[in-house]
């Protein structure tokens, strides 16, 4: 074959790849390789085309024909790109190390295959073989970055001394979710004196390498605070701050936020106080008014008295607003008091000053002010002999003058709030009355506001006065703030009339208001009106303000207690959210999302955002591992941790195992009581995540997105909104991770652990615990059912006695060698099978009765009652199929098979009357009703018709849906 012909043969392969016509590439390679079956380029070809199928079969062929190609040890660019493509769609990254460091033995002066040899080992955090490698290429060609590379490697193994991998490094899916289950037992603090030892002598060899650096550290930031963090680590605070007084060191802190915090660092360890004062007075002369500074400033004055301990305070002082430090603040000495107070008097002067020269030269700045208030709050922190509220600062007059100095920013509520805790009941009152005499004097003439700033001082004053009221507040109080704040978004919307769509009303605001009012109107009477009056004003005001993401969130909220999910998700469906957004958001729609679901009847939206939602996990596990490449490769050192933070909090999201039992309750919901229902993948992920220590859990759910403008003295808007007595977090997932394990795996599956050769060798130590799997997901906390309403309860009851019931029968069959089973096991039997069948109809009361009573039922807990008897009665069909097909030749001499048969009898006619309930709920269904119950609260002032149109709709389809999907699941 002439090589211009086989270029053109090798060239139709790549383009069939890179169009995603993979059978004509596998097709295209056989060609070739039937002439040339040793060619290494064409079997990687293939490989390659095999693994981008996705389809089992060719994942297993790729499998072995990848083994052939990595065995010849290529050294060819061409093989080495295609080849390592391909570990990557087979997820084995272990096996790049190899292909890499074998070319690179082979070709030892070929710079490229050293460092992608060197970036292999970094993708799976095989910091050892990576400094080693780095070190030697260094000696090899020279380049100083290498020897960084090195000095790197040797900090991470310093910080991780038993990890050799992140979670992308496994050798499968199932592999990784054991690995990263076991982040936290990975990370070796500097504990024993053992470990401190091998911790110090990995630093002290990354400063050994510094040293021979060819170049000046200097001359890069990242490189310079690398060299800092060392010294540090080594407890050399006092040459680092030598290298931060040289003329460059000064010039890097001024320009890299990283050594700044370095910096910030150091001073607090050598406790510099005098020249750290000096140093943030000068910042802040020259207009770098940076909060780092001024808490630094604040530290400078109140340290300096009474030093803090380094063990009981973070490094890193907390920002605002927030509640009081959370660190315990050091006992001031009795002879000491004094002197405190007058450093504390000494700092006030100076941001007294600053206030006061900002106010003369016209400056909007907020920073003297705040200073003041977080001095206020750092000085009430100290144990002062019981003055608990004595501090140096009139807290009110200060506010008060505040709100007059910044009324017209949007940011002077959450500072006000963010102080809230400074002020007494009278200080909070006398903030309440001045706001509320600025609303009236605003509001007056709404109409005639022809400036924002204005109308900012008009939201603030009202928000201010609603924050600040006294609790418990009557429906009607309610009702009258809500018409007063409608009455004044309507009269402001003018004022944007003109503004591009993409821009939010600078009244919006004041829909929220109005909206949070009406749901306090419904937490004080349960009266649903309100919540309809909410939910058409909050869509009014999303029309006119298409990207206001707070007012769509809160109708997301609204949407959910009335049952309406369909709308709900399709709100936050228009947030747009992507990627990691998906952790922190999903929440709002996934929380208790199955009720919601309506899979059983083949309506797959709420499974498809779920689905949608794992996906940014799944990603973290193949991209972080490529940002901590890049990190390397630009030497952003700074960055590295965190990219390895980044990925570790993802792995260990809350989020994702609450996403995950969420998406096998309704997948078991969709597919019935068979088989398959839920994958073994996803069963194996349930194992690892459970098996995860609780406290590793990272909950990064946003919640601060969400407008809260209640009174602070009262539940929060997120509270009053939470369908059941909490929102899910870990408990609740622990609850239903046990139920689901317990449903689905061998007890003898659940105790197999990884092999210990395998672990050893990635360097990962599991928790221990007392017992086994099998028996922990045995036993539910109190604190893991204090998160589950009495319907999630009542399944978990009903569930476990089920299982316990059946594997009482087992184990008394296992003992008596295939006994019959029967006998005085039998009384029992009776009370469990009426127990249980029972259950079900105690639900279809609960269920009957909540539906015959829509004025004072809130539409989610029907869904949500009537959804989880319907899981409960698959999870008893997958449990009872497998009992039944084992006493297949018993049926009628077997009290456990007599028992199913009851239980499956009375648990059907449970469900069929559900399922009548729910069809005359749907038919209950009356839009007008509904429009002119509104308009007894707001009027004519909002367009109720077409919100109450769409919402009598989605709640009938809801209803009937629901009832379609359980007769089609589990009666038909």
């Known amino acids: 074959m002439s090589r211009q012909l086989e270029e053109r043969q090798?060239?139709?392969?790549?383009?069939?790849?890179?169009?995603?016509?993979?059978?004509?590439?596998?097709?295209?390679?056989?060609?070739?390789?039937?002439?040339?079956?040793?060619?290494?380029?064409?079997?990687?070809?293939?490989?390659?085309?095999?693994?981008?199928?996705?389809?089992?079969?060719?994942?297993?062929?790729?499998?072995?024909?990848?083994?052939?190609?990595?065995?010849?040890?290529?050294?060819?660019?061409?093989?080495?790109?295609?080849?390592?493509?391909?570990?990557?769609?087979?997820?084995?990254?272990?096996?790049?190390?190899?292909?890499?460091?074998?070319?690179?033995?082979?070709?030892?002066?070929?710079?490229?295959?050293?460092?992608?040899?060197?970036?292999?080992?970094?993708?799976?955090?095989?910091?050892?073989?990576?400094?080693?490698?780095?070190?030697?290429?260094?000696?090899?060609?020279?380049?100083?970055?290498?020897?960084?590379?090195?000095?790197?490697?040797?900090?991470?193994?310093?910080?991780?001394?038993?990890?050799?991998?992140?979670?992308?490094?496994?050798?499968?899916?199932?592999?990784?979710?054991?690995?990263?289950?076991?982040?936290?037992?990975?990370?070796?603090?500097?504990?024993?004196?053992?470990?401190?030892?091998?911790?110090?002598?990995?630093?002290?060899?990354?400063?050994?390498?510094?040293?021979?650096?060819?170049?000046?550290?200097?001359?890069?930031?990242?490189?310079?605070?690398?060299?800092?963090?060392?010294?540090?680590?080594?407890?050399?605070?006092?040459?680092?701050?030598?290298?931060?007084?040289?003329?460059?060191?000064?010039?890097?802190?001024?320009?890299?936020?990283?050594?700044?915090?370095?910096?910030?660092?150091?001073?607090?360890?050598?406790?510099?106080?005098?020249?750290?004062?000096?140093?943030?007075?000068?910042?802040?002369?020259?207009?770098?008014?940076?909060?780092?500074?001024?808490?630094?400033?604040?530290?400078?004055?109140?340290?300096?008295?009474?030093?803090?301990?380094?063990?009981?305070?973070?490094?890193?002082?907390p920002g605002l607003p927030g509640p009081l430090p959370p660190w315990p603040a050091p006992p001031v000495p009795e002879d000491k008091r004094e002197a405190l107070l007058a450093a504390a008097q000494e700092c006030k002067k100076y941001f007294d000053t600053m206030v006061a020269q900002d106010g003369e030269a016209g400056k909007d700045e907020r920073t003297g002010w705040l200073a003041l208030l977080e001095l206020e709050r750092r000085v009430r922190a100290y144990d002062l002999g019981g003055r608990e509220t004595e501090g140096v600062i009139d807290v009110p007059e200060l506010l008060e003058s505040y709100v007059k100095a910044f009324g017209g920013k949007a940011v002077c509520v959450e500072d006000v709030l963010g102080h809230a805790e400074l002020l007494d009941e009278?200080?909070?009152?006398?903030?309440?009355?001045?706001?509320?005499?600025?609303?009236?004097?605003?509001?007056?003439?709404?109409?005639?506001?022809?400036?924002?700033?204005?109308?900012?001082?008009?939201?603030?004053?009202?928000?201010?006065?609603?924050?600040?009221?006294?609790?418990?507040?009557?429906?009607?109080?309610?009702?009258?703030?809500?018409?007063?704040?409608?009455?004044?978004?309507?009269?402001?919307?003018?004022?944007?009339?003109?503004?591009?769509?993409?821009?939010?009303?600078?009244?919006?605001?004041?829909?929220?208001?109005?909206?949070?009012?009406?749901?306090?109107?419904?937490?004080?009477?349960?009266?649903?009106?309100?919540?309809?009056?909410?939910?058409?004003?909050?869509?009014?005001?999303?029309?006119?303000?298409?990207?206001?993401?707070?007012?769509?969130?809160?109708?997301?909220?609204?949407?959910?207690?009335?049952?309406?999910?369909?709308?709900?998700?399709?709100?936050?469906?228009?947030?747009?959210?992507?990627?990691?957004?998906?952790?922190?958001?999903?929440?709002?729609?996934?929380?208790?999302?199955?009720?919601?679901?309506?899979?059983s009847n083949g309506d797959l939206d709420y499974l498809a955002e779920a689905t949608e939602a794992g996906v940014i996990y799944v990603s973290n596990t193949a991209e972080t591992p490529e940002m901590l490449v890049r990190a390397f490769q630009w030497e952003k050192y700074s960055q590295v941790t965190d990219f390895m933070t980044f990925q570790d909090r993802l792995e260990c999201s809350l989020q994702r195992d609450l996403t995950l039992v969420e998406l096998a309750r309704m997948r078991i919901l969709h597919t019935g009581p068979r088989a398959g229902a839920i994958t073994d993948a996803e069963l194996v992920d349930m194992k690892g995540f459970f098996d995860r220590i609780v406290s590793d859990r990272y909950d990064n759910r946003d919640l601060g997105v969400l407008p809260s403008l209640q009174p602070i003295a009262g539940d929060s808007f997120d509270k009053q909104t939470t369908l059941g007595p909490v929102a899910p977090a870990g408990g609740w997932a622990n609850a239903f991770l046990k139920v689901y394990l317990r449903t689905f795996v061998n007890p003898l599956e659940l105790d197999r652990q990884q092999d210990p050769e395998v672990l050893k060798k990635l360097g990962v130590e599991l928790p221990t615990h007392d017992e086994p799997l099998s028996e922990r997901v045995k036993h539910i906390t109190d604190e893991e059912l204090s998160e589950l309403t009495e319907e999630e309860r009542a399944l978990v009851d009903a569930i476990d006695e089920l299982l316990s019931w059946v594997e009482r029968h087992q184990t008394k069959e296992a003992a008596n060698g295939n006994g019959n089973g029967n006998g005085h096991a039998e009384g029992g039997d009776k009370d469990v099978v009426e127990r249980i069948a029972k259950g079900f109809e105690d639900a279809q009361a609960r269920i009957e009765a909540l539906a015959a009573d829509p004025d004072g039922t809130l539409a989610w807990k029907i869904l949500h009652a009537s959804t989880l008897l319907h899981e409960r009665f698959v999870l008893f069909g997958l449990v009872s199929s497998s009992v039944t097909s084992k006493n297949a030749s018993k049926k009628k001499t077997d009290p456990l098979a007599q028992g199913v048969r009851t239980i499956r009898t009375r648990g059907t006619a449970a469900l069929k009357a559900v399922c009548a309930a729910l069809t005359a709920r749907a038919e209950r269904e009356d839009a007008a009703t509904l429009v002119d119950r509104c308009k007894d609260v707001l009027g004519d002032a909002v367009e109720v018709g077409a919100t109450m149109d769409v919402l009598a709709t989605s709640r009938r389809e809801a209803f009937e849906g629901l009832a379609h999907g359980i007769a089609r699941v589990s009666l038909s």
């Open 426 to 599: 009278a200080g909070k009152e006398r903030l309440r009355a001045s706001a509320e005499a600025t609303a009236t004097e605003l509001e007056g003439d709404v109409a005639s506001i022809t400036s924002t700033s204005v109308l900012q001082r008009l939201i603030t004053a009202l928000k201010l006065s609603r924050a600040f009221a006294a609790v418990p507040r009557t429906a009607e109080q309610e009702v009258a703030d809500a018409k007063r704040y409608a009455a004044a978004y309507f009269a402001a919307l003018p004022l944007g009339k003109d503004i591009p769509k993409t821009e939010i009303q600078p009244a919006d605001d004041l829909a929220v208001l109005a909206a949070q009012a009406l749901v306090g109107a419904h937490a004080a009477s349960q009266d649903q009106v309100y919540l309809y009056a909410a939910a058409a004003l909050l869509e009014t005001a999303c029309s006119a303000s298409r990207y206001a993401y707070g007012l769509r969130l809160c109708l997301v909220r609204v949407y959910r207690m009335l049952g309406a999910g369909k709308l709900a998700l399709k709100h936050y469906r228009l947030l747009g959210a992507k990627l990691v957004q998906t952790d922190t958001l999903s929440h709002f729609v996934l929380a208790r999302g199955s009720m919601f679901s309506l899979a």
């Open 10 to 317: 090798v060239r139709a392969i790549y383009e069939s790849i890179d169009t995603g016509s993979y059978k004509a590439a596998v097709q295209q390679a056989n060609k070739l390789l039937k002439r040339q079956p040793g060619n290494v380029l064409y079997k990687a070809l293939k490989v390659l085309a095999l693994a981008r199928t996705g389809r089992p079969d060719d994942e297993a062929e790729a499998h072995g024909l990848l083994d052939e190609v990595i065995l010849s040890r290529p050294k060819d660019e061409s093989v080495l790109g295609v080849t390592s493509h391909a570990l990557k769609a087979l997820n084995r990254p272990f096996d790049s190390i190899t292909l890499f460091e074998e070319a690179f033995k082979q070709a030892p002066h070929d710079e490229e295959l050293g460092s992608q040899a060197f970036m292999a080992n970094i993708r799976v955090g095989n910091w050892k073989p990576a400094q080693l490698l780095a070190t030697r290429m260094f000696k090899n060609f020279g380049k100083d970055r290498m020897l960084w590379w090195a000095v790197m490697c040797a900090v991470l193994q310093s910080m991780y001394a038993n990890a050799q991998l992140t979670a992308s490094s496994s050798l499968s899916t199932a592999t990784a979710t054991k690995i990263s289950a076991a982040s936290a037992a990975m990370k070796q603090p500097a504990g024993d004196k053992d470990k401190t030892d091998v911790r110090n002598l990995l630093l002290n060899l990354a400063l050994r390498l510094i040293e021979r650096a060819p170049e000046t550290t200097h001359a890069n930031a990242d490189r310079f605070a690398l060299h800092l963090d060392i010294l540090q680590a080594l407890e050399r605070a006092d040459e680092a701050l030598v290298m931060l007084d040289t003329e460059h060191g000064k010039h890097l802190v001024r320009t890299s936020p990283v050594v700044q915090e370095i910096r910030r660092e150091l001073i607090l360890r050598t406790a510099a106080w005098d020249k750290e004062r000096a140093a943030t007075e000068e910042a802040m002369q020259s207009g770098d008014r940076s909060w780092e500074h001024v808490l630094s400033n604040i530290n400078s004055h109140l340290y300096a008295v009474v030093a803090p301990s380094i063990d009981t305070i973070p490094i890193i002082d």
